[in-house]
């Protein structure tokens, strides 16, 4: 008989393969800090990257080093938030850069024991990848080597993915004249991600969520809330850096950033293979989440209704059907999953809204407005322009939900005469209607 870990670890498994397919060749920059580095869990986060690299995942990690540079040159000048790096100073960054690049070398080198990687043999690549200039002199203090990255050699880091490389790199940049500067490694990791045009840009905190000035958990900002939040925080401190680089990010065309903690092993899969997330993910709103179905969306609808006919909320339809009828469909997709569906059926100047679908996993999380509402959204603007009057629903057990919509209660015989004769006495569906005129005109909320 299967244990409830197993029944546990299966729906697990099951509940995460959407998000394997849609992690394949994808680019994710993970910034690891000194901090992260310094921490017992790095070599399970280390395990988890190389996890995301056999699964097909293009992982670029740029590491930093800032609390052991600090232990190791106590007095550093800094300028704001940025240290002054002398030629002496200069030295001993690139032993402690060269120390650490050696130590995340080694354990991806390590097959991983006791893992189902434990064969697994990952190149890491390094290079010259980052062009550099000097900062130069700022409210007349010559910062020396400290610079920012001119130029991000995306060929070449691409070069090294397309080999099946994992890269890793320092925050280092070279100039034309062959002198070598050192850089933030929070600005560079967004500077990697938009030179590469990264589908992620992955920072590791200390914190498992960023928290808004009272302290409660944030799941999903959009860069404008993020922006707001960063006035709460000390400027130059290690979370304020990276939470500036994920605004960066994130408005340069980064689609996700996301900050997870490196103290919460598994953090960074959770937050990666489940809805609901292990950390605060940063996404402009999602107007464009919903879309009209197309022919290679039917396995996801089939997916995502099936349960819900079983279940005897909707109504079942076949897949002969559901393919013949696609063009009626609109679906909602995030990150390439079918997470919501409904479909519009046009009765004269009525039309219904039928088979309103969120998946289970994607109800209640962090999207706002929410994927149900979205798709209520996409559906009226689609009736509305087909020339309907109002759009009309025959529920189970939503009743509440399409009230809180802007439906109200409506007779059987207020339905379009074929539809009449083909209520279903038995489902005893309630009948529900929204107008949309006053929606086109405004009127409505
Ligand atoms: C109804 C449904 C599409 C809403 O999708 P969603 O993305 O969760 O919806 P939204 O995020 O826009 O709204 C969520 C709110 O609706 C509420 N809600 C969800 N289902 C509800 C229901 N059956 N009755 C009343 N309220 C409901 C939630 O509790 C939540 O309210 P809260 O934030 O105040 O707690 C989704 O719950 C679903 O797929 N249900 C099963 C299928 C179904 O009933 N389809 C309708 C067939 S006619």
Same mark, same amino acid.
């Given at each position: 008989?299967?244990?409830?870990?197993?029944?546990?670890?299966?729906?697990?498994?099951?509940?995460?393969?959407?998000?394997?397919?849609?992690?394949?060749?994808?680019?994710? &920059?993970?910034?690891?800090?000194?901090?992260?580095?310094?921490?017992? #869990?790095?070599?399970?986060?280390?395990?988890?990257?190389?996890?995301?690299? &056999?699964?097909?995942?293009?992982?670029?990690?740029?590491?930093?080093?800032?609390?052991?540079?600090? /232990?190791?040159?106590?007095?550093?000048?800094?300028?704001?938030?940025?240290?002054?790096?002398?030629?002496?100073?200069?030295?001993?960054?690139?032993?402690?850069?060269?120390?650490?690049?050696?130590?995340?070398?080694?354990?991806?080198?390590?097959?991983? @024991?006791?893992? @189902?990687?434990? #064969?697994?043999?990952?190149?890491?690549?390094?290079? #010259?990848?980052?062009? /550099?200039?000097?900062?130069?002199?700022?409210?007349?203090?010559?910062?020396?080597?400290?610079?920012?990255?001119?130029?991000?050699?995306?060929?070449?880091?691409?070069?090294?993915?397309?080999?099946?490389?994992?890269?890793?790199?320092?925050?280092?940049?070279?100039?034309?004249?062959?002198?070598?500067?050192?850089?933030?490694?929070?600005?560079?990791?967004?500077?990697?991600?938009?030179?590469?045009?990264?589908?992620?840009?992955?920072?590791?905190?200390?914190?498992?969520?960023?928290?808004?000035?009272?302290?409660?958990?944030?799941?999903?900002?959009?860069?404008?809330?993020?922006?707001?939040?960063?006035?709460?925080?000390?400027?130059?401190?290690?979370?304020?850096?990276?939470?500036?680089?994920? =605004?960066?990010?994130?408005?340069?065309?980064?689609?996700?950033?996301?900050? $997870?903690?490196?103290?919460?092993?598994?953090?960074?899969?959770?937050?990666?293979?489940?809805?609901?997330?292990?950390?605060?993910?940063?996404?402009?709103?999602?107007?464009?989440?919903?879309? @009209?179905?197309?022919?290679?969306?039917? /396995?996801?609808?089939?997916?995502?209704?099936?349960?819900?006919?079983?279940?005897?909320?909707?109504?079942?339809?076949?897949?002969?059907?559901?393919?013949?009828?696609?063009?009626?469909?609109?679906?909602?997709?995030?990150?390439?999953?079918?997470?919501?569906?409904?479909?519009?059926?046009?009765?004269?100047?009525?039309?219904?809204?039928?088979?309103?679908? $969120?998946?289970?996993?994607?109800?209640?999380?962090?999207?706002?407005?929410?994927?149900?509402?979205?798709?209520?959204?996409?559906?009226?603007?689609? /009736?509305?322009?087909?020339?309907?009057? #109002?759009?009309?629903? =025959?529920?189970?057990?939503?009743?509440?939900?399409?009230?809180?919509?802007?439906?109200?209660?409506?007779?059987?015989?207020?339905?379009?005469? @074929?539809?009449?004769?083909?209520?279903?006495?038995?489902?005893?569906?309630?009948?529900?209607?929204?107008?949309?005129?006053?929606?086109?005109?405004?009127?409505?909320?």
């Amino acid at each position: 008989m299967e244990s409830e870990d197993t029944n546990e670890y299966a729906r697990w498994f099951r509940d995460s393969t959407p998000y394997i397919s849609a992690h394949r060749l994808k680019t994710f &920059v993970v910034l690891l800090g000194g901090e992260a580095l310094a921490h017992r #869990n790095l070599t399970n986060i280390v395990h988890d990257l190389a996890l995301l690299h &056999v699964l097909g995942v293009r992982v670029v990690v740029v590491h930093g080093a800032r609390p052991q540079i600090d /232990a190791a040159l106590r007095k550093s000048t800094f300028h704001g938030s940025r240290r002054v790096t002398d030629a002496n100073a200069m030295e001993t960054i690139l032993g402690i850069y060269g120390q650490l690049k050696s130590k995340l070398e080694a354990l991806f080198s390590t097959g991983l @024991p006791a893992s @189902p990687l434990h #064969n697994t043999d990952i190149a890491v690549a390094s290079g #010259n990848f980052i062009t /550099a200039r000097p900062v130069g002199v700022l409210d007349g203090v010559d910062h020396l080597f400290t610079g920012v990255a001119r130029k991000v050699h995306a060929g070449r880091i691409e070069a090294a993915l397309s080999n099946n490389a994992l890269v890793l790199i320092s925050p280092l940049g070279y100039s034309p004249s062959g002198q070598v500067f050192n850089l933030a490694s929070d600005d560079l990791a967004a500077d990697v991600a938009l030179g590469l045009n990264a589908d992620k840009l992955i920072a590791f905190d200390d914190q498992p969520y960023v928290t808004d000035s009272s302290g409660n958990p944030l799941t999903n900002l959009t860069p404008i809330q993020l922006d707001a939040l960063l006035d709460d925080l000390a400027p130059g401190s290690a979370r304020a850096n990276r939470l500036h680089a994920l =605004l960066k990010a994130s408005r340069g065309g980064v689609k996700r950033c996301h900050s $997870v903690s490196f103290t919460d092993d598994g953090a960074l899969l959770g937050e990666l293979f489940t809805a609901e997330g292990r950390g605060t993910q940063i996404s402009e709103a999602r107007a464009d989440m919903v879309r @009209p179905a197309r022919t290679a969306d039917v /396995a996801g609808i089939v997916e995502l209704i099936r349960p819900l006919e079983e279940a005897g909320v909707l109504v079942r339809r076949s897949r002969d059907r559901l393919e013949q009828e696609i063009e009626r469909f609109l679906v909602a997709e995030i990150d390439g999953i079918v997470v919501g569906c409904c479909a519009i059926y046009p009765c004269g100047t009525s039309a219904e809204l039928a088979c309103v679908a $969120v998946h289970e996993s994607y109800r209640k999380t962090r999207h706002n407005p929410g994927i149900g509402v979205s798709l209520l959204t996409g559906a009226e603007a689609a /009736a509305i322009k087909a020339g309907m009057d #109002n759009l009309f629903v =025959l529920t189970t057990q939503t009743h509440d939900w399409f009230i809180e919509n802007g439906f109200t209660d409506a007779d059987i015989d207020q339905l379009p005469v @074929p539809k009449q004769s083909l209520y279903n006495y038995q489902r005893n569906a309630k009948v529900m209607v929204k107008q949309l005129r006053s929606l086109e005109s405004g009127k409505a909320t």
